[in-house]
């Protein structure tokens, strides 16, 4: 699953997105308007998050709340532990069928978190792309009208089984995209599962690496750049919050 995850934008940056050259999707744009989207180490469901969709054929950035709420629910019953939606479920789920088809789009990150269970004890680790680069995970959002009126875009993002490099530490990760299936994915024409399907299967293991962190991670309230250094898991540490937001993810 994904509970967590880093993402810090870096003013210049590209992004090879939609396969037709390099294309500007407005993060910077973006985060000038929303300076609080743009440096962000432990990031959490019902936050908002920079989301690249396609608009009229290009790549766009916009703001959306990490936890999806589906156009038809009710504001007093509102689904909780959304913010993932497993590949395998997409195709038939009612809670996720509709985005799937008509309401893709991409999540930028530096790197996410997991918890590895090691002697009875659930030891937070750091995983990032090995090229330095940004990962594009796969995504899905929807609209929905509150009581005010107010149009309310939320996403989740689509985990798959781990790739034997994620296994020693979790059975699932995201579905993680690159320059070519981000193109497949944003595409509004494609809508057939058969098409859709494939792309989302665990990255190759040689693209990952982790490193252990600091449990400080486990308090949605510790948010700075010390919560993605290397720590020795030899050294005690006081664990400062609950890891029952990603025990109870119905991903």
Known sequence: MCGAFVYVYVGGVRYQLMGSGVERAGVGDLIARRPDLGSRFNIRPTQDVVMVVNEDGRPVARPMRWGLIPSWAKADKLPRSTFNARDDRLAESGMWRGPFKRSRGVVPANGFFE????????????ITPKDGEIFRFAAVYDFWINEHGETVESCAIVTTEAND????????????????????WLDPATTETDSLQPILMPSANEILQAHPVSTRVNSYKNDDESLITEVSISEPESAEGQLGLFDDSTD
Do not use: C, N
């Open 115 to 126: 918890w590895k269970k090691t002697d009875g004890q659930k030891q937070p680790m750091y």
């Open 165 to 184: 490099f994620m296994s020693s530490i979790h059975d699932r990760m995201p579905a993680i995209l690159d320059e070519e299936t981000v193109a497949l």
